[in-house]
């Protein structure tokens, strides 16, 4: 019967078709290619561990100064050079829409002052965006400023119409605006805290206005600027913050003892008094506070019953009232009572900042 299964029968017609026999089928091994590099595997897996060990995925990076940018917005508020740019894994490059080299796109942002600008980089992995604002005064726009400044405030002397003078003499500086609105917060804070000068703010905004006042000036890097942070950081209590402004000898070395005090000992760094600050308004807490710290040894006996005074006043805020409890606990160990002593030094257990200090005052009382 094998002829059977060469030959079919096609019906009922009584014939016969050869059906030819088929030749072996031969499967080739199938070849997974790279569609980097076109290299050659044998399967997905080995393609796959290929593919991300020698061609790892990587975006496009901008650097400025060593720190990576973002895709959001980045504001430069100081000028830079063509030097402090690098490009990372970038093979093309436009801004604001047109191609260009990496040399001249550095030199391009090193001339840039003012200004909104659109950065597109790209390579074989991905694509991306970068935002650059350019906020940087002019040098002679900021002295002009200062200028006001130094003719409008002498001493301490302060009020609501002052500051809307500074403000309406200082409008027409555009690049200057953050510094301007910096000031401008801080004397409104001083104001508030004092209940001077024809303020129509309550006592507890002047928080407010001081830190709308850090935030303005946060990127201005002038004398007067640096010397209303620390003055703001030291009526804060945050100390290491106030000691490292280097251009208010006196403020900065009161607040490197106040942080010692704290536990957190910051080094103040000391340079000659300059204009600016001798004019600068201040409030009257921290006014008294660093008139006294630099009293002498022998004066500081006398003044123990003011600080005890203030200490325990409505009128002065919880952290004036503290720097105050912690000069009258400093002063006061040699001459005052011991049940006084303690006293004084457990108003503070519930200081956050000074908390230890106090600790340490009871600790040496027992021993």
């Given at each position: 019967m094998a002829w059977y299964l060469n030959f079919i029968d096609p019906g009922n017609a009584g014939g016969s078709v050869s059906i030819p026999e088929s030749p072996p089928v031969v499967l080739q091994?199938?070849?997974?290619?790279?569609?980097?590099?076109?290299?050659?595997?044998?399967?997905?897996?080995?393609?796959?561990?290929?593919?991300?060990?020698?061609?790892?995925?990587?975006?496009?990076?901008l650097l400025l100064r060593g720190q990576l940018l973002g895709n959001s917005e980045t504001v430069i508020h100081a000028p830079v050079q063509a030097t402090d740019w690098l490009l990372g894994s970038c093979h093309r490059v436009s801004m604001n829409g047109r191609m260009m080299a990496p040399d001249e796109l550095f030199q391009t942002l090193a001339e840039c002052r003012q200004g909104f600008h659109?950065?597109?980089?790209?390579?074989?992995?991905?694509?991306?965006?970068?935002?650059?604002?350019?906020?940087?005064p002019e040098l002679v726009e900021l002295q002009r400023l200062e200028d006001v400044f130094n003719t409008l405030f002498l001493d301490?002397?302060?009020?609501?119409?002052?500051?809307?003078?500074?403000?309406?003499?200082?409008k027409s500086l555009k690049t200057a605006n953050e510094y301007l609105e910096g000031v401008c917060q801080y004397l409104y804070g001083v104001l508030a805290k004092d209940q001077r000068g024809g303020t129509q703010l309550s006592h507890v905004q002047y928080k407010e206005r001081f830190n709308r006042a850090l935030e303005?000036?946060?990127?201005?890097?002038?004398?007067?600027?640096?010397?209303?942070?620390?003055i703001i950081n030291f009526s804060f209590n945050s100390f290491a913050q106030a000691a490292s402004?280097?251009?208010?000898?006196?403020?900065?070395?009161?607040?490197?003892?106040?942080?010692g005090w704290a536990g957190?000992?910051?080094?103040?760094?000391?340079?000659?008094?300059?204009?600016?600050?001798?004019?600068?308004?201040?409030?009257?807490?921290?006014?008294r506070v660093l008139s006294w710290m630099a009293l002498s040894s022998k004066r500081q006996e006398r003044e123990l019953d003011e600080l005890q005074q203030v200490s325990a006043s409505p009128l002065w805020t919880a952290e004036d009232r503290a720097?105050?409890?912690?000069?009258?606990?400093?002063?006061?160990?040699?001459?005052?009572?011991?049940d006084e002593l303690r006293r004084m030094a457990r108003r503070l257990l519930n200081d956050a900042i000074f908390a230890g200090y106090a600790e340490q005052v009871l600790e040496r009382m027992n021993q």
């Amino acid at each position: 019967m094998a002829w059977y299964l060469n030959f079919i029968d096609p019906g009922n017609a009584g014939g016969s078709v050869s059906i030819p026999e088929s030749p072996p089928v031969v499967l080739q091994p199938i070849v997974y290619e790279c569609p980097r590099c076109s290299a050659q595997f044998g399967s997905v897996q080995a393609r796959r561990d290929h593919f991300f060990t020698a061609h790892p995925y990587r975006k496009p990076e901008l650097l400025l100064r060593g720190q990576l940018l973002g895709n959001s917005e980045t504001v430069i508020h100081a000028p830079v050079q063509a030097t402090d740019w690098l490009l990372g894994s970038c093979h093309r490059v436009s801004m604001n829409g047109r191609m260009m080299a990496p040399d001249e796109l550095f030199q391009t942002l090193a001339e840039c002052r003012q200004g909104f600008h659109v950065l597109e980089l790209s390579n074989q992995d991905a694509n991306e965006r970068f935002e650059l604002r350019f906020c940087i005064p002019e040098l002679v726009e900021l002295q002009r400023l200062e200028d006001v400044f130094n003719t409008l405030f002498l001493d301490n002397e302060l009020s609501v119409d002052d500051v809307r003078r500074f403000a309406e003499a200082c409008k027409s500086l555009k690049t200057a605006n953050e510094y301007l609105e910096g000031v401008c917060q801080y004397l409104y804070g001083v104001l508030a805290k004092d209940q001077r000068g024809g303020t129509q703010l309550s006592h507890v905004q002047y928080k407010e206005r001081f830190n709308r006042a850090l935030e303005a000036l946060r990127h201005v890097e002038r004398p007067l600027a640096r010397t209303i942070r620390g003055i703001i950081n030291f009526s804060f209590n945050s100390f290491a913050q106030a000691a490292s402004q280097a251009d208010a000898p006196a403020l900065a070395a009161a607040a490197s003892r106040f942080a010692g005090w704290a536990g957190k000992p910051a080094k103040s760094c000391v340079v000659e008094l300059q204009e600016a600050q001798a004019r600068l308004p201040i409030d009257h807490a921290t006014d008294r506070v660093l008139s006294w710290m630099a009293l002498s040894s022998k004066r500081q006996e006398r003044e123990l019953d003011e600080l005890q005074q203030v200490s325990a006043s409505p009128l002065w805020t919880a952290e004036d009232r503290a720097k105050a409890l912690v000069l009258w606990s400093e002063w006061g160990r040699n001459c005052r009572s011991t049940d006084e002593l303690r006293r004084m030094a457990r108003r503070l257990l519930n200081d956050a900042i000074f908390a230890g200090y106090a600790e340490q005052v009871l600790e040496r009382m027992n021993q």
